[in-house]
C-alpha cells in the first residue's frame, strides 16, 4: 500500500541555517504529494503541494520538487528563522479513484531552530 | 472567509461514554474527511464524507462513525471510548471528493480518563 517515510527530528538549526527534511514515498500511479506544517497547540496548515513529477511547490520560502525516479519530495529552505520552529509532516494522496479523499503522513519531522 | 471550524477545542470523557465532534468546513466545499491524530504521531484516515455521503473509510472499529449534514457539515461521533481514544481529531475539508488538497481546522483534543 500507499506510505510515507520522513527523516527522523529532531532537527536542530541555528537562525540563517540551511534546511532539508527528507520524505520519500511508496504510490503506485501518480500521487499528489504536500507539506503540513503544525505549530504547537495548532491544526495542520497546508505549506505547499506538487501534483506531478518534476513540479516544484513553494511558498514563504520553502521548496520542495516532486522526483518521481527517487520517489522523494524534500523540503528545503534556505534561511530559517525562529518562527519557522514547528512540526512538519509530508503527505501524498493517492491516484485512482479508490484513494480520493485521504491523506496519508509522515510520521513528522520536528524542526527546532535557535536564534 | 473562514476557515475549518471545530467545536468544541477540548473534552475530556470516562471510559465507555459516548462523544460528538464537529466540524464546518470552508464555504463553497462540499467534502470533509476526519483524522485521527495521537501525539507524537502524523494524522490517521477515519473517514471522508462527499454530498452527505461516505466515500471513504479508514482502518477504524465500528465505534467510530460520521454524517455529512445538507449544509456540507459534519460530525464525528464515538461509542464506548476507550483510553487509546484520546488523540486530537482532525477535520479537513475540499471542495469536491476528488479534490485533492485539503484544508484543515484547528482540532478537537479529546482526553479519555
Known sequence: GNSVTQMEGP???????????????????????????????????????ATKADDKGSNKGFEATYRKETTSFHLE?????????????????GSGSSNTGKLIFGQGTTLQVKP | ????????????????????????????????????????????????????EERGRGNFPDRFSAR????????????ALLLGDSALYLCASSQSGREKTQYFGPGTRLLVL
Open chain 1, 11 to 49: 532537527v536542530t538549526l541555528s537562525e540563517e541555517a540551511f534546511l532539508t527534511i527528507n520524505c520519500t514515498y511508496t504510490a503506485t500511479g501518480y500521487p499528489s504529494l504536500f507539506w503540513y506544517v503544525q505549530y504547537p497547540g495548532e491544526g495542520l496548515q497546508l505549506l505547499l503541494k
Open chain 1, 77 to 93: 529552505k534556505g534561511s530559517v528563522q525562529v518562527s519557522d520552529s514547528a512540526v512538519y509532516f509530508c503527505a501524498l494522496s
Open chain 2, 1 to 52: 472567509d473562514a476557515g475549518v471550524t471545530q467545536s468544541p477545542t477540548h473534552l475530556i470523557k470516562t471510559r465507555g461514554q459516548h462523544v460528538t465532534l464537529r466540524c464546518s468546513p470552508i464555504s463553497g466545499h462540499k467534502s470533509v474527511s476526519w483524522y485521527q491524530q495521537v501525539l507524537g504521531q502524523g494524522p490517521q484516515f477515519i473517514f471522508q464524507y462527499y454530498e452527505k
Open chain 2, 68 to 79: 455529512q449534514f445538507p449544509n456540507y457539515s459534519s460530525e464525528l461521533n464515538v461509542n
